[in-house]
Each structure stands twice: as C-alpha cells, then as structure tokens.
C-alpha cells in the first residue's frame, strides 16, 4: 500500500503478504478515510459474541440483563448473577503467552457452558472474566452451580510442558426488588473479590458493603460508562490525536508524542481515565491501532514539510502482548510509506515488571526493524537498573514527579545527572517530561538531558496546531 499525497490509500496488494493484508483489512476498521473498504471486506458491524468463547461481549450486558429483568417481572422469579474470574490467569498469559492463554480460556468456556448450560446467558467480562445470568433459581440451586464449577474448573490440562491446575474465584449476587442490571452486576464483582481476597478458589455470596464514601456501584458504572464512549468513539469518531513537542537544547524538534484524546458528544475523557478502562476491555488494541495509523499518517506529514521528528506513540502492555503486533506495526508503515525510524514506541514502565516472552520478542521485532523504543515514566513506580541493561530502548524518559523536584532538590539534580551520563554511555537519548518553568529548564539542561517536553514549550495540540507552532517559531 502507499499513502498518497491527500492521504488517501491505493492498495497494491502485490507488495503485500495475504497476512499482512489481513490485518491491513482490519485496520481499516478503525481508519474512517479507509472505512468503506473496510466494509467490503470485513462484513457488517462488531459481533455481539465474543469469538474466543462464544459468550456475548460485555457491552451487551446491560441490555441483556435489562431483558432479564423485565422477564423475571412477568413471572415473579429470582435472577442470579456469578462472576467468575480466574485466579492467576496473568502468570498463564506471561509465561506461556497469548496463543496458549486463549486456548486455556476456550477449554475454561467449555467447562463453564457444561455446568451452568449452553442456553443461559454467558458473558465475557474481560481477558479471564465471565458472568453467568441464572433465572429461576433458589439460592441453594445457585450455591449447588458455584460449588460444581469450581470443582470442574479445578481439574488439570496440559499447558506447555506443564500440567496446569486453573482455579476460579465466584461472586455471586441475587437481584433485589430495588435493583437495576448495574448494581446486580457490581454486588457479584464485589462479591468476587472478596472471594480473590480470601485467597481464591471458593465462592460468595454476600460482599460485604462497599466502604462509605466510594460507591463500589457508581464506580462500576462510570467504567460501563466510559467504556460505551470508547465504542462510540471507535466506531462513529470522537477519537483525535494531539501532539505534544519534544525540544533540544538549540530549539530544534527532537520528537512530538501523540496523546490519545477522546470525546463524545460534547464529554471528553482524560486519557487517565480511559486508558485503564481500555486495558481492562481488551479494546487497547483497537485504540492502539488505530493510534498506530494516525501516527503515522502525521509522521509522513512532518517528513513532507521537511521536518525529521519522530512521533511518538504511547503502548500498553496489552498491545505487546499481541501476537499480531509486528504486523500491525509493518503496515502502519507501509499503508503511511513512513521509514521505521519515523516512529518510536513509549513504553510505560508497568511493562518492565514482568517482560513476558511474547513482550521481549515484539519489543526486539520492533527495534530490529528500525523503530525507536522508549521508556516512559523513568523515575517512579517499577524503575530498575536492570532495564537498562536488558531492554533494546533507545530513549529515557524522566517522570515529571521526577523534574517537580527541580531546581531546589539537590539530590534529585544529582540522580538526574549522574542517570543522563549513564544512559548516554548506553547510546540512549535523554528527555525530562513535564517542564513547566524556565527553571526547570535550565535545571534539566545543565544536568545534560538531550531534550525536554512540557507545557513550558506546548501543550499537546492537534496536527494542524502543531503544524502552526512549528511555522511560527
Ligand atoms: P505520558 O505518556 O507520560 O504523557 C505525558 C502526560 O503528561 C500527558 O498527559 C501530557 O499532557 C502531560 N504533560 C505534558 N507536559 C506536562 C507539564 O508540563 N505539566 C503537566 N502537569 N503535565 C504535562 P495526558 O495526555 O493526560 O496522558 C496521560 C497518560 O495517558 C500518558 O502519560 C500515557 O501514559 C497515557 N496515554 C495517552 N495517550 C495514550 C495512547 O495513545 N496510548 C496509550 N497506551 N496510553 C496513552
Ligand atoms: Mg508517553
Ligand atoms: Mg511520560
């Protein structure tokens, strides 16, 4: 595929594998210039099932228990919601990853359909979380379900080499003549954890109330909430980038890093808001993708006004840990007609707390190929010397809680110099985030960073803005 000029798209399907075309196909879902290919090609609309187990999708939720509420009115009955989460499923997905892990979900799917019945309602909540929808049951009948499905859940498969032993963790909550889908659904998911927090593998069936002044129910519904603007968002635009300069010392644009904004009909969401909800649902990976293209697009923008800064673009853990993420790497450059170092990728440092052998491997394809990696955030949270050593990154990023100290914390200068000369020697580049005065400046550059960014220099602003800034200075 090249870009062309106007930014439209021609396919020359000749130059590009079956696979990569695929995901190229798939992209397009999420790319309105390229949409109505998409539509040719994918079909129509976004599945109400979800296609690893063949339960309904959580978005439907609400309106599937709305429909069993309604039900249960008519014929007086009892409604019972379980939510199930097995207990660490993460460790499955690191160490043996994606591929492995969903085939351990499917057989999960199996075993849960066989207990509670392939015609009751199933749910998948999240990467290892599942409600059951119970109609017509007495609390002895809903005990008698958990306790059958924690037993045959328990029972080994092969994994790997290993035989592994899964165990689950049951919520389950019982509709009160006051409730609404939400709040059955947050009493089972408080129920849960409750179960997790007594140390997993059992069920219960009453979670104690929520501590005063946070309202577990509000909470969850903010998060339904959030996540059906991201649906909106992706399927109706209200998703934009903005860029934000990344300077040096003599003025020039070392980089611009895009920032996902989102914001439907008139309420936007802070990315600190979203981003979370978008890890724990799965759709990272079509924001990720989606923000993959765009940066592109205005990398190869930036090129044809002759500036050479790279964009930068913020990846989740969840991305990485995608079999498919090199792919869709390869072709946002080619669909863009971006070279590799046109782009570089901002690890934040949760990713470095356990890098999985899927991680390592799509961290490794993107640097072979020519793309710049970044760690994001250094200073805080799970910083460690050994990244240093192990990882392939090729720029640090220093937390703005990190440049806050500055200028009056001598300590934090001397931290800050002392990492800038050992990064440097490691041949990486040097950037302080979150500058906000003109001495903070000065004290990032006389520790010898390569680079600064903050709302001193700009604040994120669309492409056009950025494209004005760049002219008027
Ligand atoms: P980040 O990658 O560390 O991005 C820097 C954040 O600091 C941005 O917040 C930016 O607006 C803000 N910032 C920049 N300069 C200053 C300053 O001088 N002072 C202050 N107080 N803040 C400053 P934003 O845009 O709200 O993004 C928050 C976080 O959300 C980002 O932190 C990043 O981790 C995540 N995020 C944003 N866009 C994406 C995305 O497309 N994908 C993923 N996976 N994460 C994203
Ligand atoms: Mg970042
Ligand atoms: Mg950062």
């Known amino acids: 595929m090249h870009s062309q000029a106007d930014g439209a798209i021609a396919v020359a399907g ?9 995901i190229i196909k798939r992209l397009a879902t999420t790319h309105t210039r390229i949409r109505p290919l998409a539509v040719d090609l994918c079909g129509s609309g976004i599945s109400e099932r979800d296609p690893t187990t063949g339960f309904f999708v959580r978005s439907v939720g609400p309106r599937l228990i709305t429909r069993l509420f309604a039900e249960a009115d008519r014929t007086r ?17 690191d160490s043996f990853g994606y591929a492995e892990a969903d085939a351990v979900i499917v057989r999960i799917a199996e075993r849960i359909r066989s207990v509670v019945g392939a015609r009751r309602t199933l749910l998948r909540m999240g990467s290892d979380e599942f409600v059951a929808l119970l109609p017509a049951l007495d609390v002895q009948s809903a005990e008698r ?25 049951i919520g389950i909550a019982s509709r009160h003549a006051a409730d609404n889908p939400l709040s059955l659904l947050e009493r089972a998911d408080r129920a849960m954890m409750e179960a997790k927090r007594q140390g997993g593998n059992r069920f219960i069936m009453k979670a104690a109330e929520p501590p005063r002044g946070v309202s577990g129910a509000q909470l969850a519904r903010e998060e339904l909430e959030v996540e059906s603007i991201l649906h909106a968002a992706l399927e109706n635009g209200g998703l934009e980038l903005h860029y934000q300069p990344i ?15 989102c914001s439907v009909g008139g309420r936007q969401v802070s990315p600190l808001q979203f981003i979370p909800v978008a890890e724990k649902t799965g759709l990272i990976v079509r924001l990720g993708e989606w923000s993959l293209l765009q940066s592109t697009r205005c990398a190869a923008r930036l090129r044809r006004q002759g500036c050479r800064a790279k964009v930068a673009v913020n990846v989740s853990r969840v991305q990485l840990t995608s079999p498919s993420f090199l792919s869709v790497l390869h072709a946002a450059l080619i669909c863009a007609n971006v070279p590799p170092e046109g782009i570089e990728l901002e690890l934040t440092e949760s990713i470095f707390m356990d890098v999985s052998p899927i991680v ?17 955030d250094f200073g805080t949270g799970y910083s460690s010397l050994s990244n240093l ?31 800038t000369r050992l990064a440097g020697e490691l041949g990486m580049v040097v950037v302080a985030e979150g500058i906000e005065t003109p001495e903070q400046l000065a004290a990032a550059e006389a520790a010898g960073v ?3 960014q903050g709302f001193l220099h700009a604040r994120p602003m669309s492409e056009e803005a950025l494209l004005e800034w760049m002219i008027s200075r």
Do not use: H, Y
């Not at 379900?145 to 165990?167: E, K, T, Y």
């Not at 003599?250 to 904004?261: D, H, I, K, P, Y």
């Not at 390592?360 to 994001?376: F, H, K, P, S, W």
């Not at 990882?391 to 800050?416: E, G, Q, S, V």
């Open 389 to 419: 050593k192990d990882l392939p990154a090729t720029k640090l990023k220093f937390d703005r809680a990190f440049i806050n100290a500055l200028p009056d914390d001598r300590r934090a200068f001397t931290i800050l110099r002392a990492i």
């Open 145 to 169: 379900i958990a306790g059958q499905l924690l037993v045959i859940i328990d029972q080994p498969m092969p994994l790997g080499s290993i035989l592994f032993r899964p165990s689950v963790s």
């Open 14 to 22: 000749d130059r590009c594998l079956p696979e990569r075309r695929e």
């Open 360 to 376: 390592q491997a799509n961290l490794r394809g993107a640097r072979a190929a020519g793309v710049g990696l970044a760690i994001d």
């Open 450 to 452: 390569d680079a600064t």
């Open 77 to 93: 009955d009892t409604l019972f919601a379980l939510w199930l989460d097995l207990d660490r499923f993460r460790q499955v997905n």
């Open 247 to 261: 300077v040096r010392p003599n003025g020039s644009l070392e980089a611009v890093e895009a920032l996902m904004r």
